[in-house]
């Protein structure tokens, strides 16, 4: 098991789905840490819907939840308590698709919902 120290805003933003950092910076490297590979930024639902999964088991007391009007505090209690960079399991996942694959695959899922 690899440990690695990520943005414990950047994190956050995956986990809660509300962007919580400026220009993004730090998702994708959270991202990759969770997921264990890089991951495109089409690819960044999938990351968030991971870190969601594996994050509470590591870090019980991490956010999951925020919303448009709470975001600030719910970031600033998660670096009060972790820290501006927080350690967590890298990610071991193996990519079942690349990343043209995964994009097709969204735009299709797109054209479907009608989106």
Not at 7 to 18: D, F, N, P, R, Y
Not at 81 to 98: C, M
Request: net charge negative; hydrophobic share 40%; aromatic share 6%.
């Amino acid at each position: 098991m690899t440990r690695v120290t990520v943005s414990t805003a950047a994190l956050a933003t995956l986990t809660t789905g509300i962007v919580m950092v400026e220009g993004f910076a730090g998702v994708g490297e959270a991202a990759e840490a969770v997921c264990g590979y890089p991951v495109w930024t089409h690819e960044m639902g999938r990351a968030g819907d991971r870190a969601r999964e594996v994050i509470p088991a590591q870090l019980p007391d991490f956010p999951m939840e925020a919303t448009a009007d709470n975001w600030r505090e719910i970031r600033d209690a998660a670096v009060a308590r972790y820290g501006e960079r927080v350690e967590i399991e890298r990610g071991t996942d193996q990519r079942t698709a690349g990343p043209t694959e995964t994009l097709i695959g969204e735009l299709k899922r797109i054209e479907e919902d009608g989106q």
